[in-house]
């Protein structure tokens, strides 16, 4: 069963002086995204990604297309869906002078608990957050880290089975980062969650993600798994040599070599088949006296597959 079953969603916006200005944010996006999984949003700023975000969470309407989110329809079940599912954005703003635990029971509020029930969902998630020793100090006061904690414990405060992610890593430090997405991986595996977060950190959505869409100018270009991706956008693999004398001009030129770079004392050679051209560089470098220290190989990264495909 899936969680979502996007077709054909167009969004347009109109801005400016009499709304004449307009920006086509979605131009027809289909999208499918099985129950239990962790499936990502990605691509450049401007992409689209917030914009279908909000489609699929009802903050939105689309102008064109059909969106069925757990079997009910986005624009005529909306009220019925909301109570299913939530959204946290790491670009969320809550009011200043608040503090922790009053933001996240006003929330609880709007979702109609109260009394005891209220104080208890309260506790639940701030522990979920690990936000208990900041409980009183006032949002304007968090770190931007505490900021996108809080903003996913109020985003789980309805218990929803599938939960929108926009940015949730937006301006954190590396290492924050890394416990935000085992987090986010660990409401999958104990909750049985199905998320679809955007993102664009091509890592993030390598390490997290089971499924990733490539979303540019409001259109999906690619989507697979890792794996899958890179192998769609053949941009060849790498062959990292460190070589005594360190440049040899020839290389770049050598059959199969698509691309030649220095970095890090080694050169850096970007070939169409890693297996078959590996030997041949490695004789013909012999063969000119050139000494080869060390070798590596690998696949490119899904970082240099964004770049590819942002172009
Ligand atoms: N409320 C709005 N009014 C006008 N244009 C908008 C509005 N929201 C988004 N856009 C435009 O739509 C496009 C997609 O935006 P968005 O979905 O926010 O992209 P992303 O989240 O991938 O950065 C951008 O060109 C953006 O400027
Ligand atoms: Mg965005």
Redesign the pocket.
Same mark, same amino acid.
């Given at each position: 069963m899936l969680a979502i079953d996007a077709r054909d969603v167009v969004?347009t916006?109109?801005?400016g002086l009499l709304g004449r200005?307009r920006?086509?944010?979605?131009r027809g996006v289909s999208l499918a995204v099985p129950r239990g999984a962790i499936f990502g949003v990605l691509?450049?700023?401007?992409?689209?990604? !917030?914009?279908?975000?909000?489609i699929f969470a009802t903050l939105l309407t689309p102008d064109g297309g059909t969106v069925t989110i757990l079997g009910h329809d986005v624009v005529r079940e909306a009220g019925l869906l909301r109570r299913r599912i939530n959204l946290a954005s790491g670009n969320a703003s809550f009011l200043w002078n608040l503090r922790v635990a009053e933001i996240l029971a006003f929330y609880g509020r709007l979702y109609g608990l109260h009394g005891a029930t209220l104080r208890r969902r309260v506790e639940q998630l701030l522990e979920v957050g690990e936000l208990g020793p900041h409980r009183r100090v006032p949002y304007n006061e968090l770190s931007t880290g505490l900021k996108q904690r809080l903003s996913l414990a109020k985003s789980l405060v309805n218990d929803p089975e599938l939960l929108f992610l926009?940015?949730p890593t937006l301006g954190l430090d590396p290492d924050i980062s890394v416990r935000m997405r085992s987090h986010i991986a660990s409401l999958r595996r104990e909750r049985g969650m199905t998320i679809v977060l !955007?993102t664009?950190y091509m890592r993030e959505a390598e390490e997290l993600c089971d499924e990733i869409a490539f979303?540019k100018a409001?259109l999906i270009l690619a989507r697979g798994t890792s794996g899958d991706l890179k192998r769609q956008i053949r941009i060849g693999d790498v062959i990292a040599l460190r070589l005594d004398p360190p440049h040899v001009p020839w290389l770049s030129q050598a059959p199969g070599v698509l691309r030649c770079a220095v970095a890090d004392g080694r050169v850096h050679c970007t070939v169409d088949e890693a297996d078959k051209r590996l030997p041949e560089l490695l004789r013909a470098l012999h063969s000119e006296g050139v000494m080869v220290r060390d070798v590596q190989v690998r696949e490119p990264d899904l970082e240099q597959v964004f770049v590819e495909l942002a172009r």
């Open positions: 969004k916006f109109h801005s200005r920006t086509a944010a979605l691509g450049p700023n401007g992409a689209g990604k !917030t914009t279908l975000l909000s926009d940015e !955007t664009h979303i409001g």
